[in-house]
């Protein structure tokens, strides 16, 4: 497995997926560290890589950029080929080939999330040596291990989008206080057959939190 | 057996064990000229001011004291540049032609993201080793667009940039100042700032300000739109008064004629 170069840009981050009846909710901080300068405060880490597909990076930049985007390109193509959308399965399959035969070249762990007309809504995760793991919700990047605790326990099956939306929003920010990687604001998409709904919750409207 | 092809692209690194080997005897690699340097972008009400400043290093000696950092890529965009001057010279030269060809078969002026997308992919694939640290803006058909791209491949884009050994100073700058709508005067102003904060607070930047105004159909290359560090005028006149140098022959020297020794035997 690839270790991050001295100089490379990286997402330390905090990312999260959730699958709810309809949909699932995608969750991340917004920084990009360069060793200990922030080269963005604000980064996107929700790529859309197609009309109802979406990706959380973590890693590289760089690498996870790049994947990305060849994996775009082929969901692109894909409805031209096969004669229907491609699946959220389709699209993390690509994503594992990618990340799998490149393993030692790569840093990157990626959660993909959608819906499609095939599953409705899933989560899949890809960590770095590039196995696949389809969960009903996903933790990734540096700041995901303070809080598995958190998460472990107050996940429950069938949460509502509403419920849903808060437990991201919740952990994310949990998260961000806890790890240097992580920070800036939380950004959140809500993916459903009808639409994809961006939202963002700025420093000061983040959750109650002992903070000393 | 066919003997061993070389690939004809990419880097080779056959010397890489023999580099070692001579640094362990202690000798000292050559530094590459590196642009310490100051880049900086943003966008204001209408459009992209780019800003840099104009010292190239190598080590620690300045090896030009008024380079340019603000490369051409197309009539509508321009592009900073940080990290080893040869590798931002030539890799924008590089997209700046690909740039031209692609809007001639598009028939269509150039889009900043397309440049982004062609400097990204060509950087990712060697990985680092081209170490051109770049600031793209630039004004097409969908607006003004502001970049930053990394030797490894990744992007940014954002309202205000900056990049460079100076960026840390400069960034501090925007910070503290920037807004949206920021009019054209006062976009000029932060970047020159901006700049100067790297200039001065920065070793690896230093003399002058370049700056570069991309709006709608227009671009101003301002070259040293500032120069905060002009050379005072000298305190004296140092030049010698003729006949101080005393010498002995005054004549010009005078040919010899060859009449010594044999000529050269030239016949093949």
Not at chain 1, 150 to 160: E, G, I
Request: with cysteine; proline share 3%.
């Amino acid at each position: 497995m690839a270790q991050l170069k001295p100089g490379e840009v990286s997402l330390g981050t905090t990312i999260m997926a959730v699958q709810f009846e309809g949909g699932v909710v995608v969750g991340a901080d917004s920084r990009t560290t360069t060793g200990t300068y922030i080269a963005n405060r604000v980064t996107d880490k929700l790529t859309k890589v197609h009309d109802r597909i979406y990706c959380c990076r973590s890693g590289s930049a760089a690498d996870t950029q790049a994947v990305a985007d060849i994996v775009a390109y082929h969901l692109e193509l894909y409805t031209a080929q096969h004669g229907k959308e491609p699946t959220v399965k389709v699209a993390a399959s690509l994503f594992q080939q990618l990340c799998y035969e490149n393993k030692n070249r790569l840093s990157a762990g990626i959660i993909i999330a959608g819906w499609d007309k095939v599953e409705g809504s899933s989560v899949y995760e890809i960590p770095l040596g590039g196995s696949i793991h389809k969960q009903p919700f996903a933790l990734g990047g540096s700041g995901s291990v303070f809080i598995y605790g958190y998460c472990d326990k107050n996940f429950q099956l069938n949460m509502s989008k509403e419920e849903c939306i808060e437990f991201v929003k919740n952990s994310v920010s949990l998260a961000m206080t806890r790890d240097g990687s992580s920070g800036g604001v939380i950004r959140l998409a809500v993916i459903t057959e009808d639409n994809v709904e961006r939202l963002l919750v700025t420093g000061d409207k983040l959750p109650e939190q002992y903070l000393g | 057996m066919a003997p061993l092809l070389e690939p004809s692209t990419g880097f080779k690194f056959d010397n890489v064990k023999r580099n070692q080997q001579l640094v362990h005897k202690g000798h000292s690699l050559p530094h590459a000229t590196k642009t310490g340097t100051t880049i900086v972008g943003l966008i204001f009400s209408d459009g992209i001011v780019l800003g840099a400043d104009t010292r190239a290093t190598a080590g620690s000696i300045v090896a030009d004291k008024n380079c340019e950092k603000i490369h051409f890529l197309a009539p509508n965009m321009y592009c900073c540049g940080a990290g080893t001057a040869a590798d931002t010279e030539f890799t924008t030269n590089m997209v700046s032609s690909q740039l031209a060809l692609h809007s001639l078969n598009t028939g269509r002026e150039s889009r900043v993201a397309t440049a982004m997308t062609m400097l990204k992919q060509y950087l990712f694939r060697y990985q680092g080793h081209i170490g051109a640290y770049l600031v793209l803006g630039g004004y097409d058909v969908t607006g003004p667009h502001l970049y930053t791209i990394h030797a490894h491949g990744s992007t940014d884009k954002l309202p205000y940039v900056t990049m460079g050994s100076g960026s840390l100073a400069a960034m501090s700058v925007f910070e503290s100042r920037w807004r949206a709508g920021l009019s054209r005067e006062e976009g000029i102003e932060m970047v020159k700032d901006a700049i100067e904060a790297g200039i001065f607070n920065d070793l690896g930047s230093g003399s002058n300000v370049d700056v570069c105004v991309i709006t709608s159909g227009n671009v101003e290359y301002l070259r040293n739109y500032a120069r905060p560090n002009e050379r005072v005028a000298k305190e004296q006149a140092y030049k010698f008064a003729p006949g101080t140098t005393e010498f002995v022959v005054p004549k010009p020297a005078t040919q010899h004629s060859e009449e010594e020794g044999t000529a050269m035997d030239v016949s093949a």
